[in-house]
């Protein structure tokens, strides 16, 4: 499966035949090959296939609205007009439903069909379709190595809506996989990560107090050091390969390095260090930090980077 992405209409298909060079699409813009993710696939599948769905039952709405347009207003006797639903009653047929009562002449009313309720529908379908489409250049971000935002229920139409929606609409496309809110997931990989780096810091520093009989700012700095490490590996792998999941940039990038590396002890070191030894002493530490992880960060950035493309050459 070959999908092809559109930066003009930031629209995305997919085809079974390889496009042929300097394909374009029906604006004229040239499309562009994506290399996405297999979770990455089926979601923007489900979405696109939801798009389709949503695009046939406005179709169908509209066909409401000009079939009722075709038709004349129905003129109803007293008698009629007694035997018509009244606007009081719920009416669930919204073709039906009485839009609004127009005196006549001879004192009968006119009956329409309610093209309210045809309206809020086809507003709700389009607000579903652009959180689809939003959902869709998310997911195409994310096959650049950049960090795609959660997909959330809630992000197609708020509680009040779900509540009103006819059952067609809280459920587009009966049938595929339900894709529940993943924050509590996110969270345990984060606390886990967070935890665990927390707690290497705390033995470094430790190791460096009791053994090495040094201060707490060695053990800071040696956390950094190696955090700055381990996130240009980490960097560089997002950025080159998929071998990263989201998952694992919770528990690995945003959970354990955070948690190891800290710029509030290592500024709590820099007074400590200004108030006892002087100004040169907190400069010099300030100095030494910063350009000693930086180096490292670079270092192990093009490092991986090198070997990541040598690998797959």
Request: charged content about 20%; overall charge neutral; proline content about 4%.
């Amino acid at each position: 499966m070959i999908w092809l992405y559109c930066p003009a209409c930031k629209t995305l298909e997919y085809t079974a035949v390889k496009a042929p060079a300097g394909r374009r699409h029906n604006c004229g813009t040239q499309v562009y090959e994506k290399e996405i993710e297999l979770n990455a696939k089926r979601e923007i599948s489900i979405a696109l296939l939801n798009l389709n769905h949503l695009k046939h039952l406005e179709a169908h709405l509209i066909k409401i609205v000009e079939e009722d347009e075709r038709q004349p207003a129905k003129e109803t006797s007293d008698s009629e007009y007694n035997s018509a639903p009244k606007r009081t009653q719920q009416v669930n047929n919204p073709e039906t439903d009485i839009l609004n009562d127009t005196d006549r002449k001879d004192g009968g009313d006119v009956i329409r069909p309610d093209k309210e309720n045809i309206t809020l529908y086809r507003q709700m379908i389009e607000q579903l379709a652009t959180k689809e489409n939003t959902y869709i250049q998310r997911l195409i971000k994310a096959c650049n190595g950049k960090t795609v935002m959660p997909y959330e229920q809630s992000e197609l139409v708020n509680d009040s809506c779900i509540l009103s929606a006819p059952p067609f609409l809280k459920n587009p496309l009966p049938g595929t996989p339900n894709r529940q809110n993943p924050m509590i997931k996110m969270f345990l990989w984060v606390g886990a990560g967070g935890a665990f780096g927390s707690i290497c810091r705390f033995l470094l520093g430790v190791f460096s107090q009791k053994i090495l009989h040094a201060g707490g700012h060695v053990g800071v700095l040696t956390a950094n050091i190696i955090g700055c490490l381990l996130m240009g590996i980490a960097v560089a792998l997002a950025e080159k390969t998929v071998a990263l999941s989201e998952d694992m940039r919770l528990l690995l990038i945003t959970g354990f390095l955070g948690g190891l590396t800290t710029f509030s002890s290592f500024t709590a070191d820099i007074y400590r260090l200004y108030r006892d030894g002087g100004y040169l002493l907190a400069l010099g530490y300030l100095m030494l930090s910063i350009l000693i992880c930086s180096a490292v960060f670079l270092a192990a950035y093009k490092l991986t980077s090198a070997v990541v493309v040598w690998a797959n050459s």
